[in-house]
């Protein structure tokens, strides 16, 4: 006789379940919820040390599940390191923190569900297991308070998704892949920002659309960004996400992006539960519908003792999913793509990475 779903869930680790009831009305069953941090220092770190000191953050945020072991790498197998704790699904048993570092101790990947903790959380795991604390100079949203409540909400949001449906990248993808593409360009620091990096994909988008590559060109662009309810610049391993939902034209410019990314209100925070493992596949019905044109995830300007250099990778979410990260050091800033391969062919990928490194790093009019 099979076990019943309650007793099936009553088995589960209590941080498992925990990170699965968080996720568990966002919508898209399809995904790990996967999310992922690299960080590049000069001061090589010992696999050893790293292992310890997250295992004692563990002990001490219980939420954060049992310690991961940490995976020591060649560089020559980097790549696919960095798939692997990104976008692996997890198991009712698998650890919900991920570890990955090279042999020679100089980058580290740290990987979580998405529903333990959200990027700047990351920054946390990431500022412990390399035994020094990381700050960011962004600032979160606080206690902005959403315009409607989750219900009202989705009943708008399911109006929409059946008369006015979101742009898309366009792409041919290969058929039934499991794979993901994980992308990232570094390049010497630039004051840029959410505003700027919401301008380049717009910009990618309008390109695509002109050379006929982007579907449903008659649609709206919709971003999804990532923000923080944080307002310290230390954080904690925990989770204190809000989303920004921008609905534009084209051929917005990043100066009048600002203050409209600047007045927007938060979406409504989901619920706690799956509804018993209904939510996601109800949402399946409409799923070609729903999600947006590019999720977005700024850290900003993150700070740390010989940090060169950080990229992070928000979690593939919708159909057609396009989630673009953006993070800064003093040196460095590095732009991230993630695309799922049904989606994308590994060449169009490169082209959309291409498109988004020439619109988000090209010089203003007039620069020298």
């Known amino acids: 006789m099979r076990p019943t779903l309650r007793a099936r869930r009553a088995r589960l680790d209590p941080a498992v379940r925990g990170a699965r009831e968080v996720v568990g009305m966002y919508g898209d069953p399809d995904t790990t919820w996967g999310i992922c941090l690299e960080a590049h220092v000069g001061a090589p770190v010992d696999g050893e040390g790293v292992g310890e000191r997250v295992a004692a953050l563990c002990v001490e945020h219980p939420h954060l599940g049992v310690a991961p072991e940490v995976g020591v790498v060649a560089a020559a197998d980097w790549p696919a390191a960095r798939r692997e704790v990104a976008s692996a699904p997890y198991g009712p048993s698998s650890p919900l923190l991920r570890l990955a570092l090279t042999?020679?101790?100089?980058?580290?990947?740290?990987?979580?569900?998405?529903?333990?903790?959200?990027?700047?959380?990351?920054?946390?795991?990431a500022g412990a297991a390399l035994g020094r604390g990381l700050r960011t100079r962004a600032r979160g949203i606080g206690d902005r308070a959403a315009p409607y409540g989750f219900l009202a909400s989705s009943v708008r949001r399911l109006g929409e998704a059946l008369t006015d449906p979101p742009a898309r990248f366009g792409?041919?993808?290969?058929?039934?892949?499991?794979?993901?593409?994980?992308?990232?360009?570094?390049?010497?620091?630039?004051?840029?920002?959410?505003?700027?990096?919401?301008?380049?994909?717009?910009?990618?988008?309008?390109?695509g659309s002109s050379r006929g590559t982007s579907r449903g060109t008659s649609r709206r662009p919709v971003l999804v960004i990532g923000a923080s309810r944080r307002?310290?610049?230390?954080?904690?391993?925990?989770?204190?996400?809000?989303?920004?939902?921008?609905?534009v034209g084209g051929g917005t410019d990043a100066e009048r992006l600002a203050p409209a990314i600047a007045a927007l209100r938060p979406e409504p925070d989901f619920p706690e539960t799956s509804a018993g493992g209904t939510a996601p596949l109800a949402v399946r019905l409409l799923s070609s519908r729903l999600g947006?044109?590019?999720?977005?995830?700024?850290?900003?300007l993150v700070l740390?003792?010989?940090?060169?250099?950080?990229?992070?990778?928000?979690?593939?979410?919708?159909?057609?999913?396009v989630a673009v990260g953006l993070a800064s050091t003093t040196a460095t800033t590095t732009l991230s793509l993630r695309t799922r391969r049904?989606?994308?062919?590994?060449?169009?990928?490169?082209?959309?990475?291409?498109?988004?490194?020439?619109?988000?790093?090209?010089?203003?009019?007039?620069?020298?």
């Open 171 to 207: 792409g041919d993808g290969e058929e039934g892949s499991p794979l993901e593409d994980l992308s990232s360009v570094t390049r010497p620091r630039v004051e840029r920002g959410t505003a700027h990096l919401a301008h380049a994909v717009l910009a990618a988008h309008t390109q």
């Open 103 to 125: 042999d020679d101790g100089t980058r580290l990947l740290v990987g979580a569900h998405h529903g333990v903790i959200d990027g700047l959380g990351l920054l946390a795991v």
């Open 231 to 247: 307002t310290d610049d230390l954080p904690q391993p925990d989770r204190q996400t809000a989303y920004l939902r921008l609905r």
């Open 342 to 368: 049904r989606d994308f062919t590994a060449e169009e990928h490169a082209a959309l990475v291409g498109a988004l490194t020439d619109r988000f790093f090209e010089r203003p009019a007039g620069a020298q």
């Open 292 to 300: 947006a044109t590019a999720m977005l995830s700024n850290l900003g």
């Open 304 to 321: 740390g003792e010989d940090l060169v250099s950080l990229t992070m990778f928000p979690a593939s979410s919708g159909p057609r999913s």
